[in-house]
């Protein structure tokens, strides 16, 4: 079997509670110790979390810190979308996989993608995706594809959408860094992506403070669901 193959298709049974505890001892013990300490973070909107499981959530992209921190934030453990790339480097693609996390092209959102969300859901965790899809710059939403738009369509899910302001700045000294993290309003899922795209970009954009602008990398990729 292949790697991508290997690590692009969970099945329910897999968010099982070793990965929770995992999760939990890693993300919401270990980074949250440094995140608090070092990057003073503060939290907003929490009163906007769904109580079920049946939502994606969908942050602005700024650092690799991002994954972890949302994990440490979150109720639930939440399993994110990684490149595929990732799972050829062997110690990083243990790291991902007891993390919950699983491969995916980033060019093609395929069957076996759905197949994992439709098992996430079956279990007591939630999907993250980055609609930009790979690390931005602060003060812009750029990279913007319909693609998470057209999952939650498929999969029934709505959006929670989180905007990230401040941990692109990598700092050691503590009380040396600011994280702000805005949780905005659920967009429930809709045949038109575009609509849901839209509506999720306004968002961060109100959250962050951030300025959306279009490129025509959006155009190319945004109708792979």
Known sequence: MSKKKEYSKKQASQFNWFRTMWQIIVCKGLYMLRLKLV???????????????????????????????????????????AKKELFNIPLLRWWLDWLGAFAVDRESLGPSTVKTVEEIKNSNWVLGIFPQGTRGVPGEIKGVTKGFAGLARLTKCDILPVGIVGSHEAKRIPFS?????KIGKVIPYDRDTEKVKNEWIEQIQQLTGFKYIDTPLEVKNGGNL
């Not at 939290?43 to 769904?50: A, F, L």
């Not at 860094?177 to 993290?181: A, L, P, Q, T, Y």
């Open 39 to 81: 990057y003073r973070i503060e939290i907003y909107g929490k009163e906007n979390i769904p109580k079920d499981n049946r939502y994606i959530v969908c942050p602005n992209h700024l650092s690799t810190l991002d994954p972890p921190m949302i994990a440490a934030i979150m109720p639930r453990s939440v399993a994110f979308m």
């Open 177 to 181: 860094g600011k994280i702000i993290i």
